[in-house]
T-cell receptor, first 115, second 113 residues
Framework: EADIYQTPRYLVIGTGKKITLECSQT?????MYWYQQDPGMELHLIHY???????EKGDLSSESTVSRIRTEHFPLTLESARPSHTSQYLC??????????????FGPGTRLTVT | KQEVTQIPAALSVPEGENLVLNCSFT??????LQWFRQDPGKGLTSLLL?????REQTSGRLNASLDKSSGRSTLYIAASQPGDSATYLC????????????FGQGTRLTINP
């Protein structure tokens, strides 16, 4: 079983608050990813990182930002939460080498509700 | 642009039946395809990863096949059990460049005791 953790698991906050969703992995993976998933819908990549100090925007535009200061840590921040940000946020990581087949391992997710 | 479609969106079958979940993709230039399971409100668990050069992969009661030229993959579940109830997602990874996955919407499977 993969060792990738997300906190909090559930979060209900008011509009305008700043929040940070935490993601950590203990596998030493270089590549990390954030996906957004609305209920009953497919996952969409919103951010990814190839390694420390590397961050890229994903396929779906997002008002969130990410940082990668340490290999094991990839936090996602919303400066001013809005009801449209209500969704499930999933973090993933992969070894990022062809020998690993780039298989991604997922965390349990954070379900965010903005009121 | 790669698009992934899963049919049906939902499936309900009695316990013990064998069943097939379908996944189709529009661009055959894939590196590999991954099947996941997602329980309600939870993250994704990887079930099988099948390389573009492979035709099938097996793990226990699960068998995934890949026909890259026709843009299709199937996940076969043998002797289904109530514990198999979950949403099953397929995702494809592009051949070149970033290791990003493109997901289908999933098939919500219910196994009735």
């Amino acid at each position: 079983e993969a060792d990738i953790y997300q906190t909090p698991r559930y979060l209900v906050i008011g509009t305008g608050k700043k929040i940070t969703l935490e993601c950590s992995q203990t596998m030493g993976h270089d590549k990390m990813y954030w996906y957004q998933q609305d209920p009953g819908m497919e996952l969409h990549l919103i951010h990814y990182s190839y390694g420390v100090n590397s961050t890229e925007k994903g396929d779906l535009s997002s008002e969130s930002t990410v940082s990668r200061i340490r290999t094991e840590h990839f936090p996602l921040t919303l400066e001013s939460a809005r009801p449209s940000h209500t969704s499930q946020y999933l973090c993933a990581s992969s070894a990022g080498t062809s020998g690993s087949l780039y298989e991604q391992y997922f965390g349990p997710g954070t379900r965010l509700t903005v009121t | 642009k790669q698009e992934v479609t899963q049919i049906p969106a939902a499936l309900s079958v009695p316990e013990g039946e064998n069943l097939v979940l379908n996944c189709s993709f529009t661009d055959s230039a894939i590196y590999n395809l991954q099947w996941f399971r997602q329980d309600p409100g939870k993250g994704l668990t990887s079930l099988l990863l099948i390389q573009s050069s492979q035709r099938e992969q097996t793990s226990g009661r699960l068998n995934a096949s890949l026909d890259k030229s026709s843009g299709r993959s199937t996940l076969y579940i043998a002797a289904s059990q109530p514990g198999d109830s979950a949403t099953y997602l397929c995702a494809v990874r592009r051949r070149q460049g970033a290791q990003k996955l493109v997901f289908g919407q999933g098939t919500r499977l219910t196994i009735n005791p």
